[in-house]
């Protein structure tokens, strides 16, 4: 997050703000990267960057209620990416309520200085919102064009693809077709046994796992899992599912 080449953490949490931990030189004993305790990241008022119904897009920052924390969207979640092309890098944030929303940087690569109203993302003339609830995105080019893709999770567990159809430019986000369900929602099963598919609150991720050059889709699930003994006890576990994209 702040350009010094070293890589940072950066995450979201129930309670709603976004946390980044700043990586810093050098490893420990194990080989592992180590990082600076989190900091709660700010927007360029000070105020943590939060999303809710006093700092919706085109609200201005004034009406904002200080201590509104009620108001404010849960499970914020984000992912660092330079999204309008000027060299710095933009949050793209997901949270409870399913919005996709973009808190632009307004500072420097060095220096991140965010705008505390987040910015709506387009797709044709609808916003980018996940209709469930629940928006965990990542970043990637899913369909292999060389555009940008979107591609969100949701609290029923459907999975669901903004395809890129224009980069970005200077000053201006990518563009988007409307939304395509990669991933229908399933029946949770109450069983340890996985149903056909992911259950709730997926999270999507793009990697190459099997080095071909094509990523594949990773998503992650939650479940809970109920044993009826002289008391019921639950348990809550998840499975990763992998997903081949098909050939052309
Ligand atoms: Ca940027
Ligand atoms: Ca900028
Ligand atoms: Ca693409
Ligand atoms: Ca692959």
């Known amino acids: 997050m702040d350009g010094d080449g070293t890589e940072d953490l950066v995450t979201g949490s129930f309670g709603g703000v976004l946390y980044?931990?700043?990586?810093?030189?050098?490893?420990?004993?194990?080989?592992?990267?180590?990082?600076?305790?989190?900091?709660?990241?700010s927007d360029l008022t000070g105020d943590p960057l939060c999303m809710g119904m006093y700092r919706t897009a085109g609200a201005s920052a004034d009406a904002v209620r200080p201590g509104a924390k009620d108001e404010r969207a849960r499970m914020l979640t984000a992912v660092p990416f330079d999204w309008d092309g000027d060299g710095d890098l933009d949050l793209v944030a997901g949270e409870s309520d399913g919005r996709i929303m973009l808190f632009e940087n307004d500072g420097t690569?060095?220096?991140?200085?965010?705008?505390?109203?987040?910015?709506?993302?387009?797709?044709?003339?609808?916003?980018?919102?996940?209709?469930?609830?629940?928006?965990?995105?990542t970043l990637g080019d899913?369909?292999?064009?060389?555009?940008?893709?979107?591609?969100?999770?949701?609290?029923?567990?459907?999975?669901?693809?903004?395809?890129?159809?224009?980069?970005?430019?200077?000053g201006t986000g990518p563009a988007f077709a409307k939304p395509v369900k990669l991933i229908d929602d399933h029946e949770e099963s109450e069983a340890a046994a996985p149903a056909s598919g992911p259950a709730r609150y997926t999270q999507p991720h793009?990697?190459?796992?099997?080095?071909?050059?094509?990523?594949?889709?990773?998503?992650?699930?939650?479940?809970?899992?109920?044993?009826?003994?002289?008391?019921?006890?639950?348990?809550?576990?998840?499975?990763?599912w992998v997903y081949r994209r098909p050939k052309h």
């Open 20 to 41: 980044v931990l700043y990586g810093r030189d050098g490893r420990d004993a194990g080989g592992l990267r180590q990082f600076a305790p989190p900091v709660v990241l």
């Open 109 to 137: 690569k060095t220096e991140p200085e965010f705008l505390p109203v987040p910015k709506k993302i387009r797709a044709g003339r609808k916003s980018l919102w996940v209709r469930s609830g629940h928006s965990m995105m």
């Open 142 to 170: 899913w369909t292999g064009d060389g555009l940008l893709d979107v591609i969100s999770g949701s609290r029923n567990g459907a999975v669901f693809l903004w395809a890129g159809v224009e980069p970005p430019s200077e």
């Open 206 to 240: 793009l990697a190459d796992l099997d080095g071909d050059g094509r990523p594949e889709l990773l998503v992650g699930d939650f479940r809970m899992e109920s044993s009826k003994g002289e008391t019921e006890t639950r348990k809550a576990h998840g499975f990763i």
